[in-house]
């Protein structure tokens, strides 16, 4: 059964300063994405990341995505009051019968900046 | 990016009444449709597969006849709580999954769209 976990889970940090999520997986994947939740809302995604070493970027955050190490990273630079949310890392792959994909969320990061 | 509605957005009911939320894929026809159930604070818990067409594959623990799940065509899947119980009350979510490309990406391999969630309050 494949496993994400996601750390820290709680993360408060200052505004201007920097910091990195990081998501572990148990299995290969197919594809690892990176989504943003407001309270109330739903999921906004940030990123998908498909092969090994893949690197993306979007203002002041960057995922990347390590296959051998089955880790995704999500840096956040001089991080700013609006990118308080909780961020989820959700891995995608194959199940078994080889006819649907399925999608295993990580527990979530509360990021909260503080000014 | 692709558009994924679901309706309602919020619904409250009284405990024993049913309630159908709708997920529909408005630019896009959708080879599978995934429901999720959210908890406060907690992560997203995936209820069940929607295949077009066929009978809907629930995760274990997930009461098949509580939560009727209907995919009647490409673009639109049904999940109806049936006889609702307090208990009931969470986020639920849908995602619509398009169609992969042949070639780069493997067939039934494509990207992920959510709805914006409805939120069921059970009295």
């Known amino acids: 059964e494949l496993k994400v976990e996601q750390n820290p889970l709680f993360l408060s940090m200052q505004e201007g300063k920097n910091y990195t999520i990081y998501c572990n997986y148990s299995?290969?994947?197919?594809?690892l994405y990176w989504y943003r939740q407001d309270p109330g809302k739903s999921l906004e995604s940030l990123f998908v990341?498909?092969?090994?070493?893949a690197v993306k970027q979007e203002g002041r955050l960057m995922a990347s995505l390590d296959t051998k190490a089955r880790l995704s990273t999500l840096h956040i630079t001089a991080a700013v009051h609006d990118l308080s949310a909780t961020y989820f890392c959700a891995v995608d792959r194959i199940v078994s019968g080889g006819s649907n994909y399925k999608l295993t969320f990580g527990k979530g990061t509360l990021l909260t900046v503080n000014p | 990016g692709a558009v994924v509605s679901q309706h309602p957005s919020w619904v409250i009911c009284k405990s024993g009444t049913s309630v159908k939320i709708e997920c529909r894929s408005l630019d896009f026809q959708a080879t599978t449709m995934f429901w999720y159930r959210q908890f406060p604070k907690q992560s997203l818990m995936l209820m069940a597969t929607s295949n077009e067409g066929s009978k809907a594959t629930y995760e274990q623990g997930v009461e098949k006849d509580k939560f009727l799940i209907n995919h009647a065509s490409l673009t639109l899947s049904t999940l109806t709580v049936t006889s609702a119980h307090p208990e009931d009350s969470s986020f639920y979510i849908c995602?619509?999954?398009?169609?992969?490309?042949?070639?780069?990406?493997?067939f039934g391999a494509g990207e992920l769209f959510f709805g914006e969630g409805s939120r069921l309050t059970v009295l």
């Open positions: 299995t290969t994947s197919d594809r």
């Open positions: 995602s619509a999954r398009k169609p992969g490309q042949y070639g780069r990406e493997r």
């Open positions: 990341l498909l092969s090994n070493g």
